[in-house]
Every structure is written in C-alpha cells, then in structure tokens.
C-alpha cells in the first residue's frame, strides 16, 4: 500500500526486453533506499513494482505484459521521469489518500492553464473509470494523491499547487500526455458491495446499472 504522497523524481535509465516482457532501471534520484531490501515494493508513477536488484543508485523491476498493456508505461523512454513512492509502513502519516499501485486504465490530459500561482488541468478517465471519479474526491494520476475539483462526464479537473509541481511530474503534463489513473479503493469495494449475491454470478461489464439502483431502493423513484 502507498498513500500517494510523492517522495522523489526518478529517471528511466534502461529499458531491457525479457521474454516477451520488460525489465527496467528505475534510477530512483533522492529516494532513500537504505531501508530497501529485495522484493520490497515501490510505486513507479503509480505503478507497484517489486525490486529485483538494486545497485545503489536505482533498482531493477520486471514489467510484465500485463502491466504493459494497461498502463502508460508503454510510452517510457530512456530519460523518462517518474514519480516514485516506497511502500507504505504502518508507522507512517496518511497524508495523501490509500493507494494500492495497481493502475485502473489509463487516462489524457486535455488541457493546461496557469491559474494564479497553481496549474488547472483537465484529465479524461476511460468511460469505465467515470462512475467512480467524484466531486472533491480522490484520485490517483502517476501515483499522486490528488483532490478532483471539477467532474463533467469522464473528465475531470485538478488545481495543482507549486509545491505539488515542483516535487512531482506533473510540471511536464501537456495536452495528448498519457497518465497512470487508480480510482479511490472505497469507491471499487463499495460497488461490489452493493452488488450483494449477484457479485457471484458472471458478469457482463458492470454489475451496477441505474436499474439495478433502482430495483434495490438506492435510488427515489
């Protein structure tokens, strides 16, 4: 678990093919690694990975092609930047939200502007992801907890601070970039909850519709 609260800027140093998946070199910058050991967990732009190997500056993690095909991972580069986040320990301060590295889809960002001395993006979810993007609620974007400020179908709006931008990647966003989204995890435990005895039965897509809400008293008539 993660809580969303960026602790340093990392740089992609290698790309490495792997059987048909990936292995990568995270140099991990500031990041502290000396409470790290083997198979610990880091959070690279919202994505867990397990550490391999770790030659002191960075560590190696496999990529697997799961990974690959729902992530933004896909568009690293050597140089690339990426936030980075080691796992959470039970003596740590929550400040951001919980965060469990595992990307929900991948969302684009549609538009920057300056707003004061903060940033205002506006980010578009995968239609699938919409349901659960709420006013003043959280969300993860490559690993950073953030507060949406704004929703309007399956796109939503974030007003970044100069602390956030200077200490995350976020300040290297641009219309067409590619981010990592996990929605809040109360928000996917709540809806299968809901789903009560149909949760065991094979589903097509999504197992809450208006009508389900409706037949279940959820919503007025």
């Not at 397990?50 to 690293?76: H, I, K, M, N, Q």
């Not at 009560?196 to 037949?215: C, N, R, V, Y």
Request: hydrophobic share 45%; aromatic share 6%.
């Amino acid at each position: 678990m993660f809580t969303g609260i960026i602790e340093a800027i990392g740089s992609i140093a290698a790309l490495t093919p792997k059987g048909g998946d990936m292995r990568v070199y995270v140099q991990t910058g500031k990041l502290d690694l000396a409470d790290v050991k083997l198979g610990d967990s880091i959070a690279v732009s919202g994505v867990c990975l397990t550490a391999v190997e770790l030659p002191g500056d960075g560590f190696w993690a496999d990529v697997s092609r799961e990974t690959l095909a729902r992530t933004a991972f896909v568009d690293l580069k050597i140089g690339s930047r990426v936030n980075l986040e080691k796992a959470l320990m039970l003596t740590s301060r929550l400040g951001g939200h919980l965060v469990s590295g595992h990307v929900d889809g991948v969302g684009e960002v549609i538009s920057r502007q300056d707003n004061a001395r903060a940033v205002q993006f506006r980010i578009r979810a995968p239609r699938e992801l919409a349901r659960y993007i709420a006013l003043k609620g959280s969300i993860t974007v490559d690993g950073t907890s953030l507060t949406v400020n704004a929703v309007d179908g399956a796109e939503f709006e974030l007003t970044i601070v100069p602390h956030t931008l200077a200490e995350t990647i976020m300040a290297d966003y641009r219309p067409g970039r590619k981010v990592n989204l996990e929605v809040d995890l109360l928000a996917r435990y709540l809806e299968r909850l809901l789903m009560g005895d149909k949760a065991a039965e094979p589903q097509q897509g999504s197992g809450i519709t208006e009508q389900f809400l409706a037949q279940h008293g959820y919503l007025n008539s």
